[in-house]
């Protein structure tokens, strides 16, 4: 194994991480569950999903400030070329859809002329409602949520492909 376990992301880098992987997780259990009621036992469930949604709007600009100020710690030595190149890929799209799914999700809701649920309180639409527009923003959503789903869980296997057959320590940089 490389020295690259001595190689850690900052303490905030690492918060962010796992708190923003927790709640898209759970966000994504939410509606995967939600989804599988009848449409008038939903409105709790929505409530819940636009404010970890909103939550993570937040989060992820809050991280991409983080992670364009703070250099993260170097892939390993045996990862090179196209590997190289599709880590970088990777990470950047994941942030992307990060962005894109909270952003058409707050989007949705505020052209339907609806309040964005955000725990405590709510955020008025900011927009003229229109639901043309709104049903294609939900449909972007849609689409995004589920590449996201798949990204995420390309990203956990590649995580753990590194660290259970690659053994390079790359896992280990990104836990406390």
């Given at each position: 194994m490389q020295d690259i376990e001595n190689q850690k992301y900052s303490g905030m880098a690492m918060a962010l991480h796992w708190l923003m992987a927790l709640m898209i997780i759970v966000n994504i259990a939410i509606v995967k569950y939600m989804h599988t009621l009848p449409r008038d036992a939903r409105g709790a469930y929505y409530?819940?999903?636009?404010?970890?949604?909103?939550?993570?709007?937040?989060?992820?600009?809050?991280?991409?400030?983080?992670?364009?100020?703070?250099?993260?710690?170097?892939?390993?030595?045996?990862t090179t070329g196209v590997a190289a190149l599709a880590a970088h890929a990777g990470h950047w799209t994941?942030?992307?859809m990060m962005v894109l799914v909270p952003m058409t999700g707050f989007l949705q809701v505020s052209l339907a002329g609806r309040p964005i649920g955000m725990w405590l309180f709510s955020i008025t639409s900011p927009f003229t409602p229109d639901a043309a527009l709104a049903k294609s923003f939900n449909g972007f959503h849609d689409i995004l949520g589920n590449l996201l789903m798949f990204l995420v869980a390309g990203h956990i296997l590649f995580a753990l492909m590194h660290h259970f057959y690659k053994r390079d320590g790359l896992l280990s940089r990104m836990v406390p």
């Open positions: 409530y819940q999903h636009e404010a970890i949604g909103t939550t993570v709007l937040v989060l992820i600009l809050w991280r991409l400030y983080w992670r364009l100020t703070h250099r993260p710690p170097a892939l390993p030595a045996s994941l942030y992307g």
